[in-house]
């Protein structure tokens, strides 16, 4: 099973094996436990998409036609649960398909990591993104297979596309 992973300064880097685990290498000053001081990461969002990734409320919903930018705020409060308001604790993103995943939620992912220089590793065939600074785990899973849905315990979720998912699911 391979990875890929992106290390600031260096760009995108692969790897074979989950055992083998690389460490990214991180930049900034660490304090006594070496933990790196957090990073600021602002993302540039529309007024409504604004709304939607800073609710607190408990089931928000972003809906919009084509182009309006659901996927790319889903992935961005995705990855502001995992490193800001629960870092250390994993998530889950679900798509209604793993090819959805594939051509559409992990490469937007992958896009705003790299855009903010955030390094990463992705599990491809686990499904699995790491957020090493933050000790932060996003599992990608598909609707299409609920049984992987049940069991894992998370301390966030997010549906992206959901009213191509069966309400039973959600």
Not at 50 to 76: D, L, R
Not at 123 to 152: H, M, Q, V
Request: hydrophobic share 35%; net charge positive.
């Amino acid at each position: 099973s391979g990875y890929e992973a992106f290390v600031p300064g260096k760009g995108r880097v692969v790897g074979e094996g989950q055992g083998r685990k690389q460490r990214a290498t991180t930049r900034g000053k660490t304090d006594n436990c070496g933990q790196v001081d957090k990073m600021k990461i602002e993302f540039k969002l529309f007024p409504t998409q604004g709304e939607f990734a800073n609710s607190t409320q408990a089931y928000p919903a972003f809906i919009g036609g084509y182009g309006a930018g659901k996927t790319y705020v889903n992935s961005v409060k995705a990855l502001m649960h995992s490193i800001y308001h629960n870092p250390g604790l994993p998530g889950l993103l679900v798509a209604p398909s793993y090819r959805d995943l594939r051509d559409t939620n992990i490469p937007t992912l992958i896009e705003i990591l790299e855009e903010k220089a955030v390094p990463f590793r992705l599990y491809k065939t686990n499904f699995l993104l790491e957020l090493p600074w933050w000790n932060s785990r996003i599992l990608l899973r598909s609707a299409d297979e609920p049984e992987r849905l049940k069991g894992p315990n998370v301390a966030w979720a997010g549906i992206d596309e959901v009213a191509r998912i069966k309400e039973d699911i959600w």
